[in-house]
């Protein structure tokens, strides 16, 4: 049980509007990650759906309840925070269980709770340590248990990965998969990184300037933009973006290609020259000045040496072109 | 490219900061001590070598003798004791209460409530010495600890909520949300997660509201000068006469003055130097 429906929500703050109006339905189970650059509002919807803020107008259910003015603790739901939020002066284990003894569960129940959060997340050996003894990845296992012992029925994710190093980021990211795997519960997760939307996701929202631009599956996103927005901010490199003469001969105001569906040869339709190339082992990217389009970046696989100042020739593959109208939509054929 | 010895590294660098701040120890201590010195001393020599440490000759207890014999003394010691604590207290509280709904909530009129409460550490709580003794006459208030308390709580709110909702604004708005989450009352958000991460700052306020209060001579002598309220500042003025002073329980009198101020602040400076709980909230 945990299913998630936004009608119409609105949020200003003063006479700037944060959010216009977002709709948005979350399947009891799934795994929604909102995404967006900083400011889109993404945050703000998570912190209103948590009950921390209020919405303008509109309205939340959760599990077909209306939530609009219910306070955090009576919503059913439990949030991880980026920067953990481990109450200090408390144990792992009374951190985890304070929720359980406010709702005034027994003693015996609540350590059966949490003797079975911390064993799915290998924190036995640690119930009776302070979070400043703890590592960073160890205080984000903790926030984690504290949300599960709750058996939410939607569990909340802000950002929870920015504050670890980069292989910590990895391994925790595996460790929320398989979580949503085992537990099966509703997860909404908000995150600034594609990499982390695209790998945990059921479901991306990509948000912009309060506005939802575009609601699918990663692999959808990715291969099917609505908007130029959305084009630019899935992929990474990101997208190469190409107007004027080029675009108009496909009827399109822009067109855009992806680094990795550019063919490299001696001769092509573009001819340019290398300004930087950056060898990665796996793959090799190209950063390719091209007279009256700029620069245009292009994934080769493997390591091809190509010299900066050499010329290059550059193709699209046949079907991999995006099309893009004057208000940034995408065309379909 | 050279870069500039660092000053500590010059040996003579650093003998002129050590010189600096040895005169301003020099300056800072040597009243004190010359108080204590002379309070052992007999009143002859106070005056004629009042630079010597007491010796065989001029060593003298009849200053504390006199204090300590004078009974009501410790009385004095008592009310002082009273109206200083009642008054941190007081303000720690409200500050603290303060602090925390300006820090926290948004709500119209916060920043002018701020300002308001700010302007208080510019205006001298004694310009307004001759309106207070008219409200402590009218409601009754004359010669209580209740008004020496309600008047230095008055005289130590603006710089407590000043410093503490500053203080405040820095905990982390995750945790107290965390704890909102979790069910928490606004209460047991301010009682039991922020008060204890701003412990330090709460023991800064309570030292610098402590000594003026304990030292003020100028409130007990208005309101409170009847001999049930007298505080010791003020105790210590009865051997202070027109013609003879009695210079040894003077001396005396202010030497023990210092003591239990003494141990208030070194009380308060071991929470100061415990209360930091670092590394919880990253």
């Known amino acids: ?333 | 490219m050279t870069f500039p010895a660092s000053p500590m590294r010059m040996p003579l660098a650093r003998a002129a900061v050590h010189a600096v701040l040895l005169l301003y120890t020099a300056l800072c201590l040597g009243p004190v001590l010359l108080v204590v010195m002379n309070s052992f001393k007999t009143r002859a020599s106070i005056f004629s070598a009042p630079l010597s440490l007491p010796g065989p000759g001029s060593f003298d207890l009849v200053g504390y003798m006199t204090v300590i014999g004078q009974g009501v003394f410790l009385n004095y010691f008592v009310n002082s004791l009273i109206v200083t604590v009642g008054s941190i207290a007081a303000v720690l509280l409200f500050g603290a209460m303060a602090a925390f709904a300006l820090s926290e909530y948004r709500f119209r009129g916060n920043r002018a409530l701020g300002l308001f409460l700010a302007l208080g550490i510019m205006v001298p709580i004694r310009l307004g010495t001759v309106a207070i003794l008219d409200m402590m006459v009218a409601s009754r208030l004359v010669n209580t600890h209740l008004a020496l308390i309600l008047i230095y709580t008055a005289q130590g709110l603006p710089i407590a909520v000043f410093i503490l909702s500053e203080f405040m604004a820095g905990v982390s708005k995750d945790l107290k949300d965390a704890g909102r989450i979790d069910g928490l009352s606004e209460y047991t958000i301010f009682a039991r997660l922020v008060l204890p991460l701003v412990r330090p700052a709460i023991a800064t306020v309570a030292v610098f509201t402590m000594i003026p209060i304990w030292n003020d001579l100028w409130f007990p002598l208005i309101v409170a000068p009847g001999e049930a309220t007298k505080t010791v500042t003020l105790g210590a003025q009865v051997f202070i006469g027109q013609f003879v002073t009695n210079w040894n329980a003077v001396l005396a009198a202010l030497s023990l003055a210092i003591l239990p101020v003494l141990l208030l602040y070194l009380m308060f400076s071991r929470q100061l130097i415990r209360g930091i709980t670092a590394g919880a909230v990253k």
């Not at chain 1, 990965?161 to 795997?181: F, P, Q, Y």
């Not at chain 1, 908000?190 to 990509?206: F, G, K, P, S, Y």
């Open chain 1, 1 to 333: 049980m945990g299913s998630l429906q936004l009608q119409a929500v609105r949020k200003s703050f003063g006479k700037v509007d944060v959010l216009q109006g977002i709709d948005l339905d979350v399947a009891d189970g799934e795994f929604v990650v909102f995404v967006g650059p900083s400011g889109c509002g993404k945050s703000t919807l998570l912190r209103i759906i948590a009950g921390l803020d209020e919405q303008t107008s509109g309205n939340l259910r959760i599990d077909g309840k209306v939530m609009n003015g219910v306070p955090p603790a009576k919503r059913g739901i439990a949030m991880v925070f980026q920067s953990y939020a481990l109450y200090p002066h408390l144990t792992v284990a009374k951190n985890m269980g304070l929720a359980l003894a406010q709702e005034g569960m027994l003693q015996a129940a609540i350590n059966t709770r949490v003797a079975a959060a911390s064993a799915l997340l290998r924190l036995d050996a640690l119930l009776d340590r302070r979070p400043a003894e703890l590592s960073g990845g160890q205080r984000q296992r903790v926030a984690i248990g504290r949300a599960i012992v709750r058996q939410p029925s939607l569990f909340l994710f802000d950002e929870p990965l920015s504050n670890l190093d980069a292989a910590l980021r990895v391994g925790t990211r595996i460790e929320i998969a398989k979580l949503h795997r085992q537990l099966g519960a509703t997860m909404v997760y908000v995150t600034h990184d594609q990499i982390e939307a695209m790998t945990l996701a059921d479901r991306i929202v990509v948000m912009n300037a309060g506005v939802i631009e575009q609601v699918g599956r990663p692999i959808d996103l990715y291969n099917r933009p609505a908007t130029l927005f959305v084009a630019g901010f899935i992929g990474s490199p990101t997208m190469n973006f190409i107007g004027g003469a080029d675009a108009a001969r496909v009827n399109a105001t822009t067109i855009g290609v992806r680094p990795e569906h550019l063919r490299v040869a001696p001769e092509g339709d573009w001819i340019g020259q290398v300004s930087h190339a950056e060898h990665l082992g796996a793959d090799t990217m190209l950063y390719v000045e091209v007279p009256e389009i700029g620069l245009v970046t292009a994934r080769i696989l493997g390591d091809v040496v190509h010299d900066v100042g050499d010329r290059v020739g550059l193709t699209p593959q046949s079907g991999k072109i995006h099309r893009f109208d004057a208000d940034g939509r995408a065309i379909t054929p």
